[in-house]
């Protein structure tokens, strides 16, 4: 016989009126190889179908599962119950609009930093359909594919200390998006045109330093390394803009 689990989860939903924000157990029994995905299943299916939480791919690829376990961002289908006490509380994200109990709307928000980074190759070059594909190196595809991983699921931003008090900051996955467009060698922005998007304390400069985003990525995606690498350019660009005489803000 397994562990009696008790989850004491986060209920709310702000479309019925005068519902208020609480905690509410549910027990279960635990089983071989049980993750969060199957235990918040089980639960919706036979205590209460009005639990609300997001789940896709149950395989760690959509990122639509990250909620607050035990107090650490992480996701539910990869979260084995048997690494958590026995009893433990599950709360929704941080930072992205609640939708109600567990859900978050992470859609939203990362749609609008794909606005803001341009998160598409800038170039002038025509495209011709029946030109060659060109041939990329090696080492240049697998750079730009470490930040490419990411799978948007939102642990980072709601892990960030910056991010939960300033909802302007881009966020680890920003300037790791940032990072992923520098490092193609088809984008033909300058450095001074990177400089406007995230030269600035929403962007590169924002960051405080404590780098819980690369501790909780759940892809592991090097993101300490990916923001040393978007600020040393930044740095740069930012001495080169002042020393043309413009204003650096
Ligand atoms: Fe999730 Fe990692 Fe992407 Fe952040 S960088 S959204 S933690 S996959
Ligand atoms: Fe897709 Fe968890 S359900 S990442």
Not at 41 to 69: H, T, W, Y
């Amino acid at each position: 016989m397994g562990r009696q689990l008790t989850l004491s989860i986060f209920r709310y939903n702000p479309n019925i009126p005068g519902d208020q924000p609480r905690m509410q157990d549910y027990k279960l029994e635990e089983h071989e190889g049980m993750t969060l995905f199957v235990a918040l299943n089980k639960i919706r299916e036979e205590q209460d179908p009005s639990l609300m939480f997001d789940f896709v791919c149950r395989a760690a690829i959509c990122g639509s599962c990250a909620m607050m376990i035990n107090g650490r961002p992480r996701l539910a289908c990869k979260t084995m119950t048997r690494t958590l006490p026995s009893r433990f509380t599950v709360m929704p994200l941080p930072v992205f609009k609640l939708i109600g109990d567990l859900s978050v709307d992470t859609g939203t928000w990362f749609r609008n930093l794909q606005i803001r980074t341009e998160a598409w190759i800038h170039t002038n070059k025509k495209f011709d359909p029946n030109e060659l594909e060109v041939r990329m190196d090696n080492k240049v595809a697998e750079a730009i594919y470490e930040p490419e991983r990411c799978i948007e699921c939102g642990c980072c931003v709601a892990a960030c200390v910056t991010a939960n008090i300033r909802e302007d900051f881009l966020g680890a996955t920003g300037i790791n998006r940032v990072a992923r467009f520098m490092l193609d060698p088809r984008d033909e922005r300058s450095d001074a045109e990177y400089f406007e998007v995230v030269g600035n304390e929403d962007g590169a400069f924002g960051c405080v330093g404590i780098m819980a985003c690369a501790d909780i990525c759940p892809m592991e995606i090097p993101l300490q390394q990916n923001l040393a690498y978007v600020r040393r350019k930044m740095a740069k660009a930012g001495l080169k803009l002042d020393l043309k005489g413009f204003k650096v803000s």
